[in-house]
C-alpha cells in the first residue's frame, strides 16, 4: 500500500563481499569489502490523478553476478501506466531471443530453458 505520490519497491536477491586490495609500491598493505547485490526488484511510484484514474510509475531492474570477481550485468526498464483503481496490469517480455528491450528485460534463460517474468499490478483507491 502506497500513499499518492510515494515510492514503494521490493528487492529479492543476494549480496557478496567483493574485495577491494590496496597496495602500497609492490607490498600489500590492506583489504576493503564492497557489497554487491544481484536481485530483481521492482520500485512503484503512485499519483492519483484528479479524474479518479492512478499513475503508477513502474521500474523493474534485473541483475546477476557474472562470476568474474563481482561484475554484474544490469539490465533497466521504466515505464509509466495510468489505469482504475482495481484494474489489475500485466507487463510481461517475450522469449529471450527476441530484440526488443522488454523481451531482453523481462526474458531470461537459465541453463538453457527459457523463462519469462511477469510482473502484475493492481492499484486500489482507499
Known sequence: MLADGATGYI??????AVPRFFYYGRWYSGVEYE????????KVTVRRLPSGL???????????????GGNLELT??????TARSGQT?????????GENVASALLGYSKMGEKKR????????VQ
Do not use: N, Y
Open 11 to 16: 528487492d529479492i536477491g543476494k549480496e557478496i
Open 35 to 42: 557489497f554487491r547485490q544481484a536481485a530483481r526488484s521492482l
Open 54 to 68: 492512478i499513475d503508477m510509475e513502474l521500474t523493474p531492474v534485473f541483475s546477476r553476478f557474472l562470476g568474474d
Open 76 to 81: 533497466e526498464l521504466s515505464t509509466m501506466v
Open 89 to 97: 496490469l500485466v507487463i510481461a517480455g517475450g522469449d529471450t531471443t
Open 117 to 124: 517474468t511477469l510482473i502484475t499490478a493492481t492499484p486500489h
